[in-house]
């Protein structure tokens, strides 16, 4: 009951009560207490910008800074004007490490109430002075943060700034350093004295490794310069001076324009190294080592790329080494930079179109042609206006007019040489090719020129039929010879012409080169698929030719026919067992059986003819031996087996027949030679046994 009153007086104090008595816990360092009373003060006014600012103060007191920021920032909300909180606020940012925060924050509190300088100076002074515990002990890295860290607190502490510079110069990271510096000089140029003499220090390490010949510490020297000072001029001199010694002569260019660009005293120095480059290039030039002369070019350009004469004395070298491609780079790049040189571009290539004039004069015209494509090469719009093709196209035409078909090849061909991509010398050359009856070459020529220009298409395909209507008239004439030979001259001449391929086909059938004509016809079909039916048609009409005499028992005159089928179709089931049967009636039953066969690989329902000759073959044997006409049915065994040597029947009725002819060693033989049957191996032997001793 009592504690019940107790609670109840509590909760009868004020807001001022409440931050009265946690200001007197936190005099007598009784945070908890303290905290406790402004929160209680707060419950009552949440708006009570002091009670938010104690509890701020007891939170950092407790170490619980984070919270006591978010209080002293309630508080300024509440009262932005109070600098005492923008000091405790610093300082517990400070303790959390947010130094640009905290910064921030005092110098806030400062614009307020300039006394709280001494505390942020102190704060500041703290950070730098654990700064330099850290670098003497030599943890570089640690007190280059801990300047940080300084710098983020007050920007502008001239000697946290000169602190890190330093110690960022002696660390080798001259790029930060020298930004560190630029920085501080912004604030206090009184400083520039030293900041030069940073640079001088290293200028003279650098500029004594250049006097020792050391060109590769003497280069990463003043590339620390530049890196501390990109606008050191003295030290891109210095630099190019390095890198022209040690041949890097593009390097050495871009480092004395940068010192020139700097400070323009610099130009002699860099028009000397230039002079000394283009006197090399000369001497060499003068002495005719060309080479040489493109080796010292080369590097110059590389110095100097704006230096028009270094490609003037390019340009010449490759022109004498005959790289005229090259050469014309050059002096267009001579020109672009001074058009003076252009008379001397012009110079050289009228040297090119005279040597071309005097080759085609004198009848070299392979020497010609290729001066020409030099000349080309060098300077493509003069050249073209001396191109000799067409003077060689007019002599072509004269001389096929004049019906030297052969001359008029040639000079087409020499025109080729200058012009290969003209489709009328093409076309030119085909015609003339046509007269010469080299109809594959002039296919050749107008193929050519069909891919050069597609109006060439008309006069091939008039060409075409100008070798197609003379076959037809020779054929009208009955000159099927004649004809034959005219078609196969178009398709020689147009190898896709499926109409050519007919009529030629056609006429080779007539004249009975069924080889040939069947190879005709079917390219004439897979061109033309219409054409199918005129070679089903050849066919049919072969086979016919066949079954008349067949009929008539003119097996001879049959078999023939059949053989013409299957020189026209090879693959003819039909025709071979036909051929077949003529055979067998011819008794030539090795090859007819043959016959057979392939008709069945073709066909396998022709097995049953094969079967039913076979069958009549067993039956007259048979028949024979029931007579007894022995030898008369001894042949027809004999037939049987060259007819079907699997037929093991055959083999053991001639076998019983010999040892009836008393042939009793044949007849074992034969027995040997018959072919076995695994399930029965002694079928219809049984008359072997009666009389065993004839057979050994």
Sequence with gaps: MKRNNVDGSKLKKTKEQWLKEGITCFEKKLYTQSLF???QALLLDATFSRAHHGKGLSLVALGRCWEAVNSFRCALELKPGKAKIYCDLGYALYTLRKYRESGEAYRKAIELAPACLDAYAQLSQMLLDKARALWSHKYYRKADLMYENALFFDSSNVQAHICRATLLYECGRFAEAGLGWRKLL???ASHTPMYLQFQQTLLDKGKKYLESQYYERALATLDSVLLFNADNAQAYAYRGEVCYQSGKYEQAGSAYR?????DPTYSDTYAQRQDELLTGIK???ERQKYRETLIAARQASQFSPECAQVYVYQGRSLFHEQHYALARK???????????YTQEYKDCGKELSERVHRLYLSGQYAECSLAYGQALAFDPDYAATLNPANELLRQGEELYQRGCYQEAITAFEHALAFAPADPHIYVRRGEVLCQLGRFQEAHQAYKRGIELDASVLQTYEAQRDVLLNAGKKLYELGRIEEACQAYEQAVAFYPTSAKAYASYGKTLYELAHYREASKALKQATYLDSTNAQFYQDCVAELLHK?????????YEQALAAYKDVLCFEPENAKAHIESGRMLFALERYTEARLAYERAIQLDHKLSALYALQKEDLQTKMKGLYRLKRYEEALTVCEHAI???PADREAFLLKAEILERLNCYQEALQVVKAAPQRAAEP?????????????YE
């Design 258 to 262: 940068s010192a020139q660009r700097l």
């Design 642 to 644: 060259l007819f079907d």
């Design 682 to 694: 002694a079928e219809k032997t049984d008359w072997l046994c009666n009389e065993p001793f004839r």
């Design 546 to 554: 066949g079954e008349v005499p067949g009929r008539k028992r003119q």
């Design 283 to 285: 001497d060499s030039y």
């Design 37 to 39: 009373a402004c929160e």
């Design 186 to 188: 912004q604030l206090d």
């Design 330 to 340: 050059a002096f267009q790049r001579a020109i672009q930079l001074d058009p003076a």
